[in-house]
């Protein structure tokens, strides 16, 4: 049954096109490096390079396309705008602009684990070892282990979760220096400072 409805199936897909996938006729391409540049005719509808009798001189856009901003022209920008239209702009702007007042941060609950506030709890060094290892071949687990994750910060948090830094029990910190898979506290004390 499954063979005669894929049987079905492929025949309907080959009555879908005419010519073959691999019929022998060789697509006509541009060569490598060629480009194609195209106008905007008068009714807006763009002509290509080889409708035009291809020349092999660039063609030149026109100015009138709606798509291209003016707006860094000052000649174009002083034909449709005045100084006291560019006021009424500024100072409808500065109407709708509102400030709003800080409020107070939200509170963390004590079982969240934070990598930032980590960072800036500790003093140690990347490498300066601080907890014992004792796995000898930690660093070729620990290598393998860090693959797990995305980014560093993932497997510092995953660490911390965990136990870490003074509990290793996912291998991710071999030299006992509390960060795992290579993940330096330096990006958030740099902040601070």
Known sequence: MRLSISIIALLALAACDASAPNDGQVAQTLPAGAETVATL???GAGETAADQGNTGEPVVITADN????DTQDFDAVTERLTIEDDKAILAAQREKFK?????A???RNGKTVN???YALKTTNNVG????SRLNPLGATIAKRNCARYRQADDAQLAFLESGGPKRDSKNLDP???GFACGWSPD???NLVR
């Open 66 to 69: 709606p798509t291209i901003s």
């Open 105 to 107: 941060l939200p509170t």
């Open 99 to 103: 400030e709003i007042e800080p409020t």
């Open 41 to 43: 005719a008068e009714d």
């Open 115 to 117: 990598v930032v506030e």
């Open 175 to 177: 030299d006992g220096d």
């Open 187 to 189: 990006t958030y004390r």
């Open 128 to 131: 300066e070892k601080l907890y």
